[in-house]
């Protein structure tokens, strides 16, 4: 196997409908969706009857999704980012340790935290649930492999990031280039927006 795949034409509709069957019979609670674009979340709002509860996207001061995430907001579908220490498997350089930026690491040092709780924090007062992870495992707040991660990772709901703090820490996006999990993903994004 190559690791290669195709995708189908069934329309997105047409999945998410008997996916809201699902949830018509009782066997799930609620719907949610990965890496839904602003046009993927207007299709299933137009076309279907059960809005998402949440979109899961790689979300961190490298990646400008802030259009994406106002547009999930103003229907009620909640954010939820994955990768939020911005690290991934698909790392050439460091400079794209985003643990390692030194506007974090002088932001940790001013509050006294952790870089990775600045991260975090940044995307709580976005509003954004955080799904911390390590590489390409996934890891919650509570689920860490590492004992200590796991009080790290729960204090950081004892202080907040100032206004300046949070403009210099988005002052770090690269647009979809700064994606760090799949950095193919933003080429894939731009030719399909070209294709429209």
Known sequence: MDGSFELDDTPLEDTWMVMQNLVKEGLVRTLGVSNFREDHVDTLIAKTKIIPCVNQIENHPYVDERK???????????VQAYSPLGMGRNLKNKQSILLENDRVLEIAHRLRRDPAQILLRWNLQKGIVVLPKRFYFFFSLTNSVHPDRIQTNLQIYDFELTTNDIFHLDGLMRGLNGRLLRPDYAKWLSDLNEKD
């Open 68 to 78: 994406l995430i106002q547009h999930c907001m103003g229907y009620g579908i909640q």
